[in-house]
């Protein structure tokens, strides 16, 4: 045998001896901790995975509670591969006529051989699987790229496969500047980091958060990268965000899955933060998906400056250069993606340079309509919104609320004083398919102080027609609105 020959054996025998939870490197599964194996499976589906030609290998079905409304639990499965992958479901209680699959994007097609599907992936991808159109208990699936390996070095703070809780009198997980935190594939935590006044931190890897409230909480926090981590949160707590980003700088998201069923729990929330981006995103949510304000929102702060009676020697500052990209959305409750409505009179902030680009949105419920909106944005408390991009969206379905909802005003409700006005917006490449009952959309202005000024819409379509002016698309205009344009 050759040398090459001998390297390659070796190599092989290596990848075979992880634990036996890989295959050649192309397949990986990952146990579920004792403290969850009864308390967190939901056994509506048996889902199983398997190289082509290799064994079968059953995936835990993690249940996962959607809808803030209804309290309902869905299911999802996660595993790893890189090459091809040959999936296989099977409903357990009651029959079903058909299949669908969200987003419409998704490259998956499921095949049906009597009660079971089977279903080819070639590449990684997260998506979820409705039978008989039930939205509420469907199968969701993160299959992912192999994540990055574990890094070394005295900086890395490891959790391996197994049951994780914090320090003792604490309920999240406490992470110093220059750390690199790793969870490896089976390791669930059962609670938060905090990241207050920390910089140059890095949280990777294939493991879950499990109900942990405000998973991910950035407070003046700069240089942080977090990424291929899975959030699961309930409705045990009001306002159980997948991620807030508030006060902070150069801030990096990608590959991040979350779940949240609770009041307020939005998805990713960023607020006074600049220099943000996030990408390659998987959200099922019971508030806003992705939301850019201009509110600081810092107890931290309130508390201390209560405490010595001395200010913030660096208040939050505007909200700028937020990028949002490839990401798939479902949001049970309010927006898919919003910028504004809150701010600081006594600080009024601007929100510029904001993006929003190859999104899907599978599903968008809100019956208030204060809230209702794929496309959103709202100028109140003083604040003013400039040059904002919604590019590429593709919206399959909204069961109720509004595809565009623009307005500068003074809401009552939420509102102590009037917004600056929105000057710049273009939503361009956006394809709705029209199913569903949405409500009439809205671009609204104030007064000549609060308008709604150079809005560009361009290539929208709704059910296959291009939408070229107002009453095309079921827009509504009124007020102070300067500088339309349709193309």
């Not at 009001?238 to 939005?266: C, E, H, P, Y």
């Not at 959305?329 to 309010?334: H, Q």
């Not at 379905?397 to 600056?420: F, Q, T």
Request: proline fraction near 6%.
């Amino acid at each position: 045998m050759s040398h090459g020959k001998t390297r390659a054996a070796t190599a092989l025998a290596a990848l075979l001896m992880l634990g036996g939870t890989a295959l050649a490197g192309e397949l990986r599964t990952y146990p579920v901790p004792p403290q969850l194996m009864y308390a967190a499976h939901n056994d509506d589906f048996t889902v199983r995975v398997r190289a082509p030609g290799g064994q079968w290998r059953d995936l835990y079905e993690y249940r996962v509670q959607v809808d803030t409304d209804t309290k309902q639990n869905a299911s999802m499965v996660y595993f790893d591969f890189d090459g091809t992958v040959e999936l296989e479901v099977m409903k357990n209680n009651g029959r079903f006529s058909e299949v669908s699959v969200a987003p419409l994007s998704s490259a998956v097609k499921p095949q049906r051989q009597g009660p079971v599907l089977r279903m080819t992936l070639t590449r990684p991808e997260r998506f979820s699987l409705q039978f008989d159109d039930d939205r509420l208990r469907n199968l969701h699936i993160v299959a992912g790229a192999l994540p990055p390996p574990r890094p070394a070095g005295g900086d890395v703070v490891y959790f391996g496969p197994g049951f994780h809780t914090p320090p003792a009198g604490l309920d999240y997980f406490p992470v110093k500047s220059g750390q690199r935190v790793y969870l490896d594939g089976g390791a669930v935590l059962k609670g938060a980091f905090e990241l207050s006044g920390v910089s140059d931190v890095k949280i990777s890897g294939r493991g879950l958060l499990w109900d942990p409230g405000r998973a991910i909480d950035l407070e003046k926090a700069s240089n942080v990268e977090v990424s291929d981590l899975i959030i699961v949160n309930s409705d045990r707590k009001d306002a159980a965000r997948v991620m807030n980003i508030r006060n902070s700088a150069n801030v990096s998201v990608s590959q991040l899955t979350g779940f949240t069923s609770g009041k307020w729990s939005d998805g990713i929330n960023i607020s006074t933060s600049r220099h943000v981006k996030v990408s390659d995103g998987y959200l099922r949510v019971s508030d806003d998906a992705v939301v850019v304000y201009a509110v600081a929102d810092c107890p931290l702060c309130r508390a201390k400056a209560a405490q010595t009676g001395v200010p913030d020697p660096n208040p939050p500052g505007d909200t700028f250069d937020i990028k949002v990209s490839n990401m798939r959305l479902w949001i049970d409750v309010a927006h898919a993606l919003y910028v504004g409505h809150f701010g600081d009179n006594a600080d009024p902030r601007t929100i510029r340079d904001v993006t929003f680009a190859n999104i899907d949105v599978a599903n968008l419920d809100e019956d208030d309509p204060d809230w209702e909106g794929v496309i959103a944005a709202y100028s109140g408390d003083s604040t003013l919104i400039k040059d904002i991009t919604f590019s590429d969206i593709r919206v399959d379905r909204i069961e109720e609320g509004k595809l565009i909802n623009l307005v500068a005003g003074n809401n009552p409700r939420y509102n102590k004083a009037a917004g600056r006005g929105i000057d710049g917006v273009t939503i361009r490449n956006v394809a709705f398919t029209g199913e569903g009952l949405p409500s009439q959309s809205i671009i609204r202005g104030l007064s000549a102080t609060t308008a709604v000024k150079n809005v560009t819409i361009e290539n929208l379509t709704i059910g296959g027609k291009p939408i070229k002016a107002p009453q095309d698309g079921d827009i509504a205009v009124t007020g102070e609105v300067v500088g339309l344009t349709f193309r």
